[in-house]
C-alpha cells in the first residue's frame, strides 16, 4: 500500500521570502502525486499534479512541486510567499487505474507567514 | 454545475444517535469518495464507489455505512454515533478519462460534533 510523509507539521516564513515544503511517498511504480491547499474551515484546492513526463510542475498561484523518483519525493516550492498564502499545504498520492481516485494523505504542513 | 454539494454543513449529536450525510455530484462521474479529516492525521478514505452500484471499504470503514443511491448520490451513514466520529467529512469525486486531465473535486465538507 502507498503511503506519504510530510515531515514537517508546522513551517513559518517572512512574506517575501522562498518556500519548501517536503513530500515523500512510498509506492512501488510511479505515482501520481498531487498537493492540495486548504484555508481555514474551508475544502481543498489542487495546486498542482504530476502524472508523467516533465518532473517540474508548475500550478496555481506561483508553486511548482519537482519529482524526485531517486528520493521518492515530490516537494512543493514558491519563490517568494504571500500573507495569502498561509493555510494547510497536503501532499497526495494516488495509484493508477480504476482506482486513481482512491487518494492517500500526507499529514499536512500548516504554513503561517509573518509580516 | 455545482460540483460536488454535501448536506448537511454542521451538525452535532449526542452519542448513540444516528445520522445520514448526504453528497450529490452533478457532473456525470462514476466513482465517489468519502474522506474524513482529523487534525494531523490528513485525510483518510472511509468508503468510495467505483461505479453506481458498487460500495469498497477504505482505511477507516468501522462505523460507517454507505449507500450509492444512483449515479449522483453517495451518501454516508453513522448508525449510532462516537465521540471518536467527531471529524470533518469530505465528499469527493475524481475526474475520469485521461489521468492528465484528473482531478479529484471536493465538497464543502461536513463538521459533525459527537458529544
Known amino acids: 500500500a502507498q503511503s506519504v510523509t510530510q515531515p514537517d507539521i508546522h513551517i513559518t516564513v517572512s512574506e517575501g521570502a522562498s518556500l519548501e515544503l517536503r513530500c515523500n511517498y512510498s509506492?512501488?511504480?510511479?505515482?501520481?502525486l498531487f498537493w492540495y491547499v486548504q484555508s481555514p474551515g474551508q475544502g481543498l484546492q489542487l495546486l498542482l499534479k504530476?502524472?508523467?513526463?516533465?518532473?517540474l510542475v508548475q500550478g496555481i498561484k506561483g508553486f511548482e512541486a519537482e519529482f524526485k523518483r531517486s528520493q521518492s519525493s515530490f516537494n512543493l516550492r514558491k519563490p517568494s510567499v504571500h500573507w495569502s498564502d498561509a493555510a494547510e499545504y497536503f501532499c497526495?498520492?494516488?495509484?493508477?487505474?480504476?482506482?486513481?481516485?482512491?487518494?492517500?494523505f500526507g499529514q499536512g504542513t500548516i504554513l503561517t507567514v509573518h509580516p | 454545475n455545482a460540483g460536488v454539494t454535501q448536506t448537511p454543513k454542521f451538525q452535532v449529536l449526542k452519542t448513540g444517535q444516528s445520522m445520514t450525510l448526504q453528497c450529490a455530484q452533478d457532473?456525470?462521474?462514476?466513482?465517489m469518495y468519502w474522506y474524513r479529516q482529523d487534525p494531523g492525521m490528513g485525510l483518510r478514505l472511509i468508503y468510495y464507489?467505483?461505479?453506481?452500484?458498487?460500495?469498497d471499504k477504505g482505511e477507516v470503514p468501522n462505523g460507517y455505512n454507505v449507500s450509492r443511491l444512483n449515479k449522483r448520490e453517495f451518501s454516508l451513514r453513522l448508525e449510532s454515533a462516537a465521540p471518536s466520529q467527531t471529524s470533518v467529512y469530505f465528499c469527493?469525486?475524481?475526474?475520469?478519462?485521461?489521468?492528465?486531465?484528473?482531478?479529484?473535486?471536493f465538497g464543502p465538507g461536513t463538521r459533525l460534533t459527537v458529544t
Open positions: 504530476y502524472f508523467s513526463g516533465d518532473t
Open positions: 497526495a498520492v494516488g495509484v493508477g487505474g480504476t482506482s486513481y481516485g482512491k487518494l492517500t
Open positions: 457532473m456525470n462521474h462514476n466513482s
Open positions: 469527493a469525486s475524481p475526474g475520469q478519462g485521461d489521468p492528465s486531465s484528473y482531478e479529484q473535486y
Open positions: 464507489s467505483a461505479s453506481e452500484g458498487t460500495t
Open positions: 509506492y512501488g511504480a510511479t505515482p501520481y
